[in-house]
């Protein structure tokens, strides 16, 4: 079974902080995604990543950056969080197919 | 601009009743197309796929058809369970082009009522 973990369930963090989010997989798979989920928009891409410190903007990659300095880890930072920015974050991965495996998400909230 | 559309927010139906949720597309390129189920504070799972060389795919309970001069697919949930109240993705792929990633739906919350 593939396994995509992602380092909190929960975060709450201040406006201004700088955030870091983790998701590890552990299927060896070279694609790697972060997603925003919240109501009435879906899920919506940030960044991904197809390699190693590859990556590659999403739809909405404003005030995001991301790391993938090892195939199985993929981090999203948030430079300086925003009230804005309190969602659902979800990790993704895939090898070669469409199907992206997803983590439990993180709910953060920014206040 | 939303290339995949799911225009019902929500849908209740009783249990043992069929479950139809729908979702649109704009872009004639997808040429695969997934749903996905998504419990509260879980990760999306899984849930069928169907290639646009088909216009039927099934497993079990669920049912995938596409109609592609329509540009619409519709998930067919044959008997509806409690268990399957959850929010459902549609999902759009471009696999001729190794497009990375998906496009996803806004979501249907589906309720099934006991």
């Known amino acids: 079974d593939v396994k995509v973990t992602q380092s909190s369930r929960y975060l709450v963090k201040r406006t201004g902080e700088k955030v870091f989010l983790e998701c590890v997989q552990d299927m060896d798979h070279e694609n790697m995604f972060w997603y925003r989920q919240d109501p009435g928009l879906g899920l919506r891409l940030i960044y991904f990543?197809?390699?190693?410190?590859?990556?590659e903007k999403g739809d909405i990659p404003e005030g995001y950056s991301v790391s993938r300095e090892k195939k199985e880890r993929f981090s999203l930072i948030l430079e300086s969080a925003s009230t804005n920015q309190t969602s659902m974050y979800l990790c993704?991965?895939?090898?070669?197919?469409?199907?992206?495996?997803f983590g439990p998400g993180t709910r953060l909230t920014v206040t | 601009d939303q290339q995949v559309k799911q225009n019902s927010p929500s849908l209740s139906v009783q249990e043992g009743r069929i479950s139809i949720l729908n979702c649109d597309y704009t872009?004639?390129?997808?040429?695969?197309f997934l749903w996905y189920k998504k419990y509260p504070a879980e990760g999306p799972t899984f849930l069928i796929s169907i290639s646009s060389i088909k216009d039927k795919n099934e497993d079990g309970r669920f049912t995938v058809f596409l109609n592609k001069s329509a540009k619409h697919l519709s998930l067919h949930i044959v008997p509806s369970q409690p268990g399957d109240s959850a929010v459902y993705f549609c999902a759009a792929n471009i696999i001729q082009t190794g497009a990375n990633n998906l496009f996803f739906g806004t979501g249907t919350r589906l309720t099934v009522i006991p």
């Open positions: 993704a991965s895939r090898r070669q197919g469409p199907e992206q495996y």
């Open positions: 872009n004639s390129m997808f040429d695969y």
């Open positions: 990543s197809y390699d190693v410190k590859m990556k």
